[in-house]
């Protein structure tokens, strides 16, 4: 099957993938703590920021499984509004995702990233993901300092984003 027609495939929201990814990186916390690398931030379930809750609630794993799928899918459909769907296989789109719940969506929309996957750059925008043109770490700084955490997880995002996804056989 030509490159073309396997980015065409429909793209699935919220998928097992997508949500392993986010339990790799972001943990699945059941009682909400204030992220240093957020300020402070009240943070539960797989980073889920919103809507607030008092650090120190504790949440079961049945609630926080229903967070981190809406919040996948809720993430999917802001990457899937600000680039075109023929331009995202299901890697690509899984990453991009992975790569707003940490940013924000607005931050991975404007990002240089969505902006060559808009173009239909996708090697360039994947690895825009993790690199700036120069070839330096981006996404990777909280208060103005390197986080070599954020760093691999740019580089995790970059290249599950450059892995072009197989379909399955009929």
């Known amino acids: 099957m030509s490159r073309l027609a396997k980015?065409?495939?429909?793209?699935?929201?919220?998928?097992?993938?997508?949500l392993a990814g986010m339990h790799q990186w972001e943990s699945q916390e059941l009682t909400v703590y204030a992220d240093k690398l957020a300020g402070g931030l009240p943070t539960y379930c797989s980073g889920r920021?919103?809507?607030?809750?008092?650090?120190?609630?504790?949440?079961?794993?049945?609630?926080?499984?229903?967070?981190?799928?809406?919040?996948?899918?809720?993430y999917g459909r802001?990457?899937?509004?600000?680039?075109?769907?023929?331009r995202l296989d299901q890697n690509s789109f899984d990453a991009m995702t992975l790569f707003a719940i940490n940013v924000g969506k607005a931050g991975a929309c404007g990002s240089r990233a969505a902006q060559l996957l808009r173009a239909g750059q996708r090697e360039a925008g994947c690895r825009a993901l993790?690199?700036?043109?120069?070839?330096?770490p981006v996404w990777?700084?909280?208060?103005?300092?390197?986080v070599r955490g954020l760093q691999n997880r740019r580089q995790y995002e970059a290249n599950w984003c450059l892995t072009l996804a197989q379909e399955s056989a009929p």
């Open 130 to 136: 993790a690199t700036g043109p120069d070839g330096r």
């Open 49 to 74: 920021t919103f809507p607030p809750r008092p650090v120190g609630e504790r949440l079961t794993r049945a609630q926080c499984d229903e967070v981190d799928a809406q919040t996948a899918t809720e």
């Open 7 to 18: 980015i065409a495939t429909p793209l699935v929201l919220g998928g097992a993938a997508l």
């Open 78 to 86: 802001a990457i899937l509004a600000c680039i075109p769907a023929d």
């Open 140 to 146: 990777s700084y909280a208060g103005g300092v390197f």
